[in-house]
């Protein structure tokens, strides 16, 4: 930890809490694939609204997914209390490496989810506003101290302006 006064240097962000509901259970009484995705997404919206994102005028831009790749790593039941937590691992003026971390309340890991963005505008590939990308700059430097996390890169490999 450093020496700074910010509680969230060298932390990951957390935006995103919730529980597993019934209509997302599988045929074997599990979280089923597909919302562990939900999860990332909403927990990439939260940070998306963070930066200044406004999905009602989507048309000043906004970011879009390129690629995804999701990692489970353990079981949730129904009623399991989730805590998604986000690192930007990577920027440029269009595109924002994420990687998200899903917990249950005890802190056990149960996914990650590394996930490539591309800010878009009027349906085409943009810069993201001056303003937006710097509070992107000021997020992943206070995470610039943290361990790249495990199997990161193994599938996306975009080299971005500011990387870890």
């Known amino acids: 930890m450093t020496a700074s006064n910010d509680p969230h240097v060298n932390e990951r962000i957390r935006l ?3 529980a597993v509901l019934p209509e997302w259970l599988d045929y074997n ?3 089923t694939e597909h ?3 939900q999860v990332f997404g909403e927990s990439s919206d939260a940070l998306y609204r963070e930066l200044g994102v406004n999905f009602e005028r989507a048309s000043d831009g906004a970011y879009y997914t390129l690629e ?3 990692r489970h790593r353990a079981e949730a039941k129904v009623g399991t209390r989730l805590r998604s937590e986000t690192e930007i691992l990577g920027y440029d003026e269009k595109r924002l490496h994420l990687y998200h971390v899903l917990f249950d309340a005890s802190g056990k890991l149960l996914a990650t989810g590394e996930h490539l963005s591309i800010h878009v505008r009027d349906s085409l590939a943009s810069p993201a506003s001056e303003t937006m990308v710097n509070k992107i700059g000021q997020i992943f430097n206070t995470q610039k101290a943290l361990l790249l996390p495990e199997g990161t890169g193994s ?3 975009k080299q971005l302006r500011f990387s870890r």
Request: net charge positive.
């Open 155 to 157: 599938v996306l490999k």
């Open 35 to 37: 919302r562990y995705l």
């Open 68 to 70: 995804t790749h999701i």
């Open 29 to 31: 009484g599990h979280m």
């Open 16 to 18: 995103w809490n919730g």
